[in-house]
């Protein structure tokens, strides 16, 4: 698609409007979909590249790399000197980017690319990122990974004074805010913009002369800077710069725009200095393990996890088994530090998409035996050690508990590398609800019996922390975000203490 230069304020994307109806903002049903839909969240990496022949190319390369951060749509916009160009894509990078085609329709030196995976029902093309809108001051697009908390706010406030929004996607307030900034300057409208926001946010963003990389004041998600010969790159980690054969220059720092143009790469720290805040999850989950985030690498730190995991809860066993691919680091450090061996005693199906990104909890459940299959050579006869990175819904850990007892299994231990997830996430991390999370719901011997193991342990709090290379959790100035263990939300979530406000007062009514 091509988005020209010039014309009125629109978005790009353009395919129909929202399936079930609902207004887009404004009302109770908007922020009824934050406490019971999830509809908001999503899970996204972000690439952007500055100066080179072959950005888009780069860039679809880029996002390949980060598929694991979202698999549901991809998309690029390139600016080629005149014009912007847009393809925006539901599906895998790989299938979506693979034809010489849809890269030669993206011509340009720069780009920025966004891999995303929403939750329920918002698979619209018209929510695919990087969004795009012409200013005054010229095009604009944005990429976004994280999760605005005050995302529905905004959206009302601006559509109640006549915005007209294309999306669901709280990135787009930012280009409204843009928008209506009156700085003069285009940092400035864009640093007027974010100042608003509350919540996480890594952005890339592509104007006609710059291209602005951005990480909230805590710097919840992750946001890199690279170089490719000289060409600077961001990337959500450092994984998309090693396929390219880039070189990790060094992390954007937490509250810190980059502004990438002409004149070189200036930074500006528009925010009153925090002590910074990343989510943990990222190492326990989210990140690809051979990234390097926030100096620690990925891999190493799960490996710790497992270690210190063997410690804090040690079992009897003859085996220790990873639950592919997720558990396989911390297994190994399990297995090392216990001595017991490590065995591959699941297999899993690589031709089947992540068990969790299936929309229904019934399709979920077989995806979980489509993905696995049990090698009973291992495990028959045997006391097994099961070990996972995080316990969510329990969905995964019942299945594969059953799967190994069907195989022959004498005894079967569960050890999970993380705490117990006890709160939703509102950062970009797709988590469900509360309910639906087993163990805000069940106590530890609850959930034992869930899942149907002989044991069940998860790390400490502090035990995460030390697997990181600290004492423990700093109860004063903790030393990453952890709200989904702890319940420890580091910044205002306006939009659900609106949401629970409306729903106590409706609660109210009905009762009087
Ligand atoms: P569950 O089966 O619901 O308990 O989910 C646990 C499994 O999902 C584990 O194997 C994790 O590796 C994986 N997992 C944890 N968090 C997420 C997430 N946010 N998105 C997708 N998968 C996840």
């Known amino acids: 698609m091509d988005l020209g230069c010039d014309g009125p304020i629109s978005v790009a994307g353009g395919d129909s409007f929202r399936a079930d109806g609902e207004p887009l903002a404004g009302g109770r049903a908007d922020l009824d979909l934050d406490l019971n839909g999830d509809r908001l969240r999503e899970e996204c990496g972000v690439f952007g590249i500055y100066n080179h022949p072959e950005a888009a190319a780069i860039t679809a390369i880029g996002l390949h790399a980060l598929q694991h951060r979202g698999q549901e749509a991809a998309g690029i916009v390139s600016y080629d000197g005149r014009r912007f160009h847009s393809e925006r894509r539901l599906g895998l ?100 913009a974010i100042r608003t926001l509350e919540g996480a946010y890594s952005l890339v963003a592509l104007t006609n002369k710059k291209l602005i990389g951005a990480r909230d004041p805590l710097g919840i998600r992750p946001l890199v800077l690279g170089s490719l010969d000289g060409s600077p790159i961001l990337a959500s980690e450092t994984c998309a710069l090693d396929i390219i054969g880039a070189r990790y220059v060094r992390d954007i720092e937490n509250g810190e725009v980059i502004v990438i143009d002409e004149e070189g790469v200036q930074s500006f720290k528009p925010f009153p200095e925090m002590a910074p805040r990343p989510c943990i999850f990222e190492y326990i989950y989210f990140a690809r393990p051979d990234s390097v985030v926030g100096g620690r690498s990925v891999y190493q730190v799960r490996k710790n996890m497992g270690r210190v995991l063997a410690t804090e809860s040690p079992a009897n066993a003859d085996v220790i088994v990873p639950v592919p691919d997720s558990g396989v680091p911390a297994a190994i450090g399990f297995s090392q530090t216990s001595g017991i061996p490590y065995e591959l005693g699941i297999i899993r199906n690589h031709y089947v998409g992540r068990t969790f990104i ?65 709160h939703p996430d509102y950062y970009g991390i797709d988590t469900p609800d509360r309910d639906k999370l087993l163990a805000a719901t069940h106590d530890l011997e609850g959930m034992r019996r869930y899942i149907g193991a002989d044991s069940l342990a998860f790390l400490s709090v502090d035990g995460v922390y030390r697997a990181m290379g600290f004492e423990g959790r700093d109860p004063v100035k903790p030393q990453f975000t952890d709200h989904c263990f702890t319940g420890d939300y580091p910044t205002p979530l306006t939009d659900r203490a609106g949401a629970v406000a409306q729903q106590q007062l409706s609660l109210l009514a009905e009762a009087s």
């Open 93 to 192: 990078v790989g299938d979506a980017f693979s034809d010489a085609g849809v890269i030669a329709r993206l011509p340009g030196d720069s780009a920025v690319g966004h891999v995303r995976y929403s939750t329920t029902g918002e698979t619209l093309l018209r929510n695919v990122q990087p969004l795009f809108a012409e200013l005054d001051a010229g095009g604009f697009a944005v990429g976004h990974n994280g999760n605005l908390t005050n995302g529905l706010t905004l959206r009302r406030q601006l559509v109640r004074e006549g915005a007209i929004t294309q999306s669901t996607t709280d990135t787009e307030v930012i280009l409204h805010l843009v928008a209506r900034s009156r700085k003069p300057r285009f940092v400035d409208r864009f640093i007027d």
């Open 358 to 422: 299936q929309p229904t909890q019934s399709i979920r459940d077989q995806g979980v035996r489509m993905k696995h299959s049990a090698n009973r050579s291992v495990v028959e006869g045997k006391s097994i050690v099961l070990v996972d990175d995080s316990l969510v819904r329990g969905t995964t850990s019942v299945k594969i508990v059953q799967m190994m007892r069907d195989a022959g299994a004498k005894e079967v231990h569960f050890r999970i590398a993380s705490p117990p997830i006890t």
